[in-house]
């Protein structure tokens, strides 16, 4: 692997962050002023005063029980046959 030289290095790190800043503070709210449902989506979380960045850590007790419920469908998943039609004998 060639190192390049210092200015093309910091000038790539520049670059990225104004890509992500851009997203950030233009595309992103561009993208929500455009979509109704993103709209409704972020009126919801300013109302409700949610912290998004704790979702990862499932810090708020609504994103806890979210994962909680999600886990027990996945371990207690139902398995086999299903029920029987009524009128229907097993084995048939």
Aim: hydrophobic share 40%; with cysteine.
């Amino acid at each position: 692997m060639e190192n390049r030289p210092l200015f093309q290095r910091l000038l790539a790190l520049a670059s990225i962050c104004s890509v992500i800043w851009v997203f950030a503070y233009v595309a992103g709210p561009m993208l929500v002023n455009a979509s109704q449902d993103f709209k409704t989506l972020g009126d919801f979380i300013v109302r409700e005063d949610i912290q998004t960045g704790k979702f990862y850590y499932t810090d708020l007790e609504l994103v806890g029980h979210a994962d909680h419920n999600a886990r027990s469908t996945m371990e207690y998943m139902p398995t086999g046959p299903g029920p029987m039609p009524k009128g229907h004998a097993a084995g048939q």
